[in-house]
């Protein structure tokens, strides 16, 4: 049927899904137990969320369900392509993924702390940074004691790795 014959208040606007955080191409999608059980518990709420919709009008009550619609697949993407870490799987004399690290900036002697988690888990707020982020991955394989050279920017920021634990 041609756009000519079609009430003006029928054509929508297509409801514009915000994405997930982003997961490079090819990168396998790390989880924590911690963050595949949010993952878990974010779906049952959105499909909780989906099934009380109420809107004041057909349209708005449609495209409501259709944006939960649009944040469930996304969400099931995610779950279905998750891969669990465990710490058991994991040497535990490095940093790999999963691990809680303290480190020092040998240049302004500022200790810092954080976990390496998987990217919808990330929180820089809860101290839980990204496996894919660069920080992570310069100290990603150093041992207690090692230098981890991170760059930022023009400067080199060097990391001195004091605790590792899971």
Same mark, same amino acid.
């Given at each position: 049927?041609?756009?000519?014959?079609?009430?003006? @208040?029928?054509?929508?606007?297509?409801?514009? +899904?915000?994405?997930?955080?982003?997961?490079?191409?090819?990168?396998?999608?790390?989880?924590? @137990?911690?963050?595949?059980?949010?993952?878990?518990?974010?779906?049952?709420?959105?499909?909780?969320?989906?099934?009380?919709?109420?809107?004041?009008?057909?349209? @708005?009550?449609?495209?409501?369900?259709?944006?939960?619609?649009?944040?469930?697949?996304?969400?099931?993407?995610?779950?279905?392509?998750?891969?669990?870490?465990?710490?058991?799987?994991?040497?535990?004399?490095? +940093?790999?993924?999963? *691990?809680?690290?303290?480190?020092?900036?040998?240049?302004?002697?500022?200790?810092?702390?954080?976990?390496?988690?998987?990217?919808?888990?990330?929180? +820089?707020?809860?101290?839980?940074?990204?496996?894919?982020?660069?920080? *992570?991955?310069? +100290?990603?394989?150093?041992?207690?004691?090692?230098?981890?050279?991170?760059?930022?920017?023009?400067?080199?920021?060097?990391?001195?790795?004091?605790?590792?634990?899971?």
């Amino acid at each position: 049927m041609s756009r000519g014959f079609v009430k003006e @208040e029928d054509q929508e606007e297509p409801v514009l +899904v915000p994405p997930r955080a982003a997961l490079p191409e090819g990168v396998t999608n790390y989880v924590t @137990e911690n963050g595949l059980q949010e993952l878990k518990t974010e779906l049952k709420q959105l499909e909780k969320s989906r099934a009380e919709v109420i809107g004041e009008n057909e349209t @708005e009550k449609r495209r409501t369900q259709s944006l939960i619609d649009g944040k469930i697949n996304l969400l099931t993407e995610r779950l279905n392509t998750a891969r669990l870490l465990t710490p058991e799987e994991l040497p535990k004399d490095e +940093v790999r993924f999963g *691990a809680r690290l303290q480190f020092q900036n040998i240049t302004t002697n500022q200790k810092q702390e954080f976990q390496i988690v998987g990217v919808d888990e990330a929180n +820089v707020k809860l101290k839980k940074i990204a496996f894919v982020a660069p920080i *992570a991955r310069a +100290v990603t394989g150093k041992k207690e004691g090692e230098i981890a050279e991170f760059k930022l920017g023009e400067e080199v920021k060097k990391l001195k790795i004091l605790k590792v634990t899971y």
